[in-house]
């Protein structure tokens, strides 16, 4: 995976986007930061994670953005931090003394992807329970790629986007990433994700189910047919609502069975 970081490191000096601070070095910065009392953290542009085996199945999961934080490698210590976690048995990870409850987004991405692999033969299912355990989840955590389509992490409102970088950041970086890791499946969480990408990627609508939890499409890159899998965000779930989440993931593998089962 290190020509794939090489590559990837090309491209952000190419664009002076290297150990500068994003606010004030970015080349779309006025069109993002659009206010000037808006709080900004002096961050830099980060490498998503890439796990030992993603060239195997080419799993990509596509966040929204960090919440106050960043570096070059911090993606990759979030990932690291997050598997170690999980596989201690947490469902929430990141909490801490200071009276952060925790996130349930790398517990959440892990399981869909564990469900496409385990539907694509990649990964054995480890028991028979339905929804995948933390063994499974472990198991998952080499072959996918993360990141996340804004890179800026305002300050404010859990660091919320705004509407330029909503409209600058994917086009900008996001696309271009998606072009040198060249997956075959990307996973986006969140609708206003998944709509910020609909016309950049040209997503073509596969499913029309309009009761269905997951949209899914499918659009060209390098040539390529890549399936775009699109999720709600776990930030958008009641953290109590294990219903909802089971949910999503029966229908997740439902939809893995029509994708890979052919």
Known sequence: MQELKNELTHFYGSQNLLEVNLRT????????????????????????????????????????????????????????KAQKEIQAGKIMTFANKSGYRGSLLWHRLLSYAAILLQTKGAIPINSDKK????????????????????????????????????????????KKEIGILRPKTIIILGVQNKN?????????????????????????????????????????????????????MDELRSIASSLYNK
């Open 131 to 174: 929804h995948p355990t933390k063994e499974d989840l472990s198991n998952a955590f080499p072959y996918i790629a993360f990141t996340n389509s804004i890179k800026c992490s305002p300050k404010k409102n859990n660091s919320t986007p705004s509407k330029g970088m909503r409209e600058n950041c994917p086009d900008y970086i996001l």
């Open 196 to 248: 910020n990408l609909k016309s950049l990627l040209s997503f073509k609508k596969i499913n029309h189910n309009v009761k269905s939890i997951i949209s899914l499409f499918d659009f060209q890159n390098n040539g390529e047919v890549v399936k775009a899998i699109c999720i709600p965000h776990p930030a958008s779930s009641n953290r109590s609502s294990s219903g909802r989440a089971k949910a999503r």
């Open 25 to 80: 070095n970015c080349h779309r910065k006025e069109k993002c930061w659009t206010l000037s009392s808006q709080r900004h953290s002096n961050y830099h542009i980060y490498h998503p994670y890439i796990g030992s085996k993603y060239h195997q199945e080419r799993i990509m999961v596509i966040g929204i953005n960090m919440n106050d934080y960043g570096g070059s490698d911090a993606a990759t210590y979030l990932a690291n």
